[in-house]
């Protein structure tokens, strides 16, 4: 069955530069969240979107934005990154009118500022 | 290979009686545990987490969970269970290794409190 596919897998930028993180979700799934899990850190909710809009936000810095484009895969756009923004960065997708929502995430993205 | 089980798709609990929905986990050496709770349209919310210590974790709005370790198990619990928390729970892993720890999550339970 297909999964929620996350690119790049690894992404090493230096300090200032931006990054794009890819998040494509299962077929025919309606919503994307983001998750930002620092070293030592416990999974933080950042971002989410449903049919394309934004639905809910959490702990997400000025400095990143996100969109759901019209075939529902997502983008995380990272700006001034900083030494701290290194993470594990999880995207997660769902149906929204299943009984538990299809919830499954992707093996995330790790970023390395450097 | 580590793995967490939440064996219910959904749970159903009449207001006011105790709620139980169930965790169990595979890990090689001992594990740090999480249940997030995610109500509709939302991100996860952190409920609690078991690091080290009582087998009992008390977390916010009243929930608490059980450590089990001969079980590897990590069952969520309320005393009394309200209609507001009606939403989908998640049961998460990390392991205890250093660096960027390796997270694994529950595929979910949806529990609905029936007024």
């Known amino acids: ?114 | 290979a580590q793995s967490v089980a939440q064996p219910e798709d959904q749970v159903n609990v009449a207001e006011g009686n105790p709620l139980t929905v169930k965790c169990t986990y595979s890990v090689s050496g001992n594990p740090y545990l999480f249940w997030y709770v995610q109500y509709p349209n939302r991100g996860l919310q952190f409920l609690l987490k078991y690091i080290t210590g009582d087998n009992l974790v008390k977390g916010s709005y009243g929930f608490e969970a059980e450590f089990n370790k001969s079980q590897t198990s990590f069952h969520l619990k309320k005393p009394s269970a309200l209609v507001s928390d009606s939403a989908l729970y998640f049961c998460v892993v990390r392991d205890r290794s250093g660096g960027y720890q390796k997270v694994t999550f529950g595929t979910g339970t949806k529990l609905q409190v029936i007024p």
């Open chain 1, 1 to 114: 069955a297909a999964g929620v596919i996350q690119s790049p897998r690894h992404l090493i930028k230096e300090k200032r530069e931006t990054a794009t993180l890819k998040c494509y979700p299962i077929p025919r799934h309606d919503t994307v969240y983001w998750y930002q899990q620092g070293p030592g850190q416990d999974p933080q909710f950042l971002i989410s979107f449903y049919e394309k809009m934004q639905s809910d936000k959490g702990s997400i810095p000025d400095r990143f934005s996100a969109q759901q484009f019209s075939d529902y895969h997502s983008e995380l756009n990272m700006s001034s990154l900083e030494l701290g923004d290194s993470a594990l960065y999880f995207c997660a997708s769902s149906l929204s009118n299943s009984v538990r929502g299809g919830y499954t995430f992707g093996s995330g993205t790790r970023l390395t500022v450097v």
